[in-house]
């Protein structure tokens, strides 16, 4: 949560905060996410998929284990989806030979 609130505050002064009936979101180009991720958390993109709906979701790890997982729409805005910390990459052969 604490992660949250300053992803949130570290983009004030440039964030478009959309409000859902559910929760706020963070969003703005995705261009401004990337960048700061990479400076404050040394964060960067190890991973893409694209959304039945046309938006791609997106997943920037740091070495230190922090994430985060972007939405970007068609448009190029992007939105935060989750942060959080202890990522762990799962060894190939997990993924090649999951077991039964």
């Not at 905060?17 to 990337?34: D, H, L, N, W």
């Not at 920037?60 to 910390?85: D, H, M, Q, R, Y």
């Amino acid at each position: 949560m604490l992660r949250i609130l300053t992803t949130i505050l570290a983009f004030s002064s440039i964030v478009l905060v959309g409000f859902t009936a559910q929760a706020q979101s963070v969003c703005t180009e995705r261009a401004k996410f990337v960048d700061q991720l990479a400076v404050n958390y040394a964060e960067n993109t190890v991973g893409l998929g694209l959304v039945n709906n046309g938006n791609v979701l997106e997943i920037l790890v740091s070495k230190n284990g922090t994430w985060t997982i972007l939405i970007t729409k068609p448009t190029g805005i992007s939105c935060v989806v989750a942060t959080g910390e202890a990522w762990e990459r799962v060894p190939k052969s997990l993924v090649s030979d999951p077991a039964a």
